[in-house]
């Protein structure tokens, strides 16, 4: 069943066109992964779905209609957006930035889960984010995510420039998410993506050129190699 379906999405942005008619189904369980080589489109799916850029084409959500709806809106229907600069404020607090992110009605806060997550960002608490090491960054814009009920989460290179320790502790954290909301996850690390993502989804240029269950592309060196440009004899193994 697919909770999120894209079609036909097409995005210009100064004055290129950099979506061409992206077609693909976000399942309602579980990780999907948005693959594909530098520059291919894959930030740019991401924030035409949560409306940060205008597009053509289709995105529904639960057969409703994002494409014209503003950020607030699609954000308010429960679409959690992790985005790939984490967008923490540097010069607050941890505490101050999970408190910007709380419901509003604040009782209904998910501090628990979220320090059970991450139990870091209750150690501190008091520390201003521009201090944290690039993993804590990362959880911090996770777990204010997860402060609020999502029916959705949409995660660009969680493990972008973290050490392998703290990118499988990311992921980890991730898939514990996932067992219970969906996640669109961007991600170049392809063992991470092996270990989180049943199906996979691969841009090539604007356009999607694989769609299919995350074991058979990796195990396919023609397709790493033409799609990620992955070059190993048996396909990816890690
Ligand atoms: N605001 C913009 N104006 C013009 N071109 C842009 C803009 N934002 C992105 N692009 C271009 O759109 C293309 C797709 O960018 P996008 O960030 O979606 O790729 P990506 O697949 O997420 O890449 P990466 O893996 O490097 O993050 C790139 O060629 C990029 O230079």
Same mark, same amino acid.
């Given at each position: 069943?697919?909770?999120?379906?894209?079609?036909?999405?097409?995005?210009?942005?100064?004055?290129?066109?950099?979506?061409?008619?992206? *077609?693909?189904? /976000? %399942?309602?369980? +579980?990780?999907?992964?948005?693959?594909?080589?530098? !520059? =291919?489109?894959?930030?740019? &799916?991401?924030?035409?779905?949560?409306?940060?850029?205008?597009?053509?084409?289709?995105?529904?959500?639960?057969?409703?209609?994002?494409?014209?709806?503003? *950020?607030?809106? /699609? %954000?308010?229907? +429960?679409?959690?957006?992790?985005?790939?600069?984490? !967008? =923490?404020?540097?010069?607050? &607090?941890?505490?101050?930035?999970?408190?910007?992110?709380?419901?509003?009605?604040?009782?209904?806060?998910?501090?628990?889960?979220?320090?059970?997550?991450?139990?870091?960002?209750?150690?501190?608490?008091?520390?201003?984010?521009?201090?944290?090491?690039? !993993?804590?960054?990362?959880?911090?814009?996770?777990?204010?995510?997860?402060?609020?009920?999502?029916?959705?989460?949409?995660?660009?290179?969680?493990?972008?420039?973290?050490?392998?320790?703290?990118?499988?502790?990311?992921?980890?954290?991730?898939?514990?998410?996932?067992?219970?909301?969906?996640?669109?996850?961007?991600?170049?690390?392809?063992?991470?993506?092996?270990?989180?993502?049943?199906?996979?989804?691969?841009?090539?240029?604007?356009?999607?050129?694989?769609?299919?269950?995350?074991?058979?592309?990796?195990?396919?060196?023609?397709?790493?190699?033409?799609?990620?440009?992955?070059?190993?004899?048996?396909?990816?193994?890690?």
């Amino acid at each position: 069943m697919s909770l999120l379906e894209i079609a036909d999405l097409r995005v210009s942005l100064g004055g290129s066109a950099i979506l061409h008619g992206v *077609t693909f189904d /976000v %399942a309602a369980s +579980g990780v999907t992964a948005l693959l594909g080589r530098n !520059g =291919v489109g894959k930030t740019t &799916t991401a924030k035409a779905i949560l409306g940060l850029y205008a597009s053509a084409g289709s995105i529904r959500f639960d057969g409703r209609e994002l494409i014209g709806l503003p *950020t607030y809106a /699609v %954000a308010r229907l +429960g679409i959690g957006y992790v985005p790939e600069d984490r !967008g =923490v404020f540097s010069a607050l &607090t941890v505490a101050e930035n999970m408190r910007l992110a709380e419901p509003r009605d604040r009782a209904t806060a998910a501090y628990d889960y979220v320090y059970e997550l991450f139990p870091v960002l209750k150690h501190r608490a008091a520390q201003s984010a521009g201090t944290l090491s690039g !993993g804590e960054q990362q959880m911090l814009a996770i777990g204010r995510i997860l402060l609020r009920p999502n029916r959705l989460l949409v995660v660009d290179e969680p493990t972008k420039g973290l050490s392998p320790k703290v990118a499988a502790e990311v992921a980890h954290a991730l898939k514990e998410v996932a067992r219970t909301v969906p996640i669109l996850l961007i991600e170049q690390n392809l063992g991470v993506v092996r270990t989180m993502a049943g199906r996979s989804v691969v841009l090539d240029t604007g356009r999607v050129a694989h769609r299919g269950e995350t074991r058979d592309l990796l195990a396919n060196p023609v397709l790493t190699n033409q799609l990620l440009g992955v070059s190993t004899a048996n396909g990816v193994s890690s």
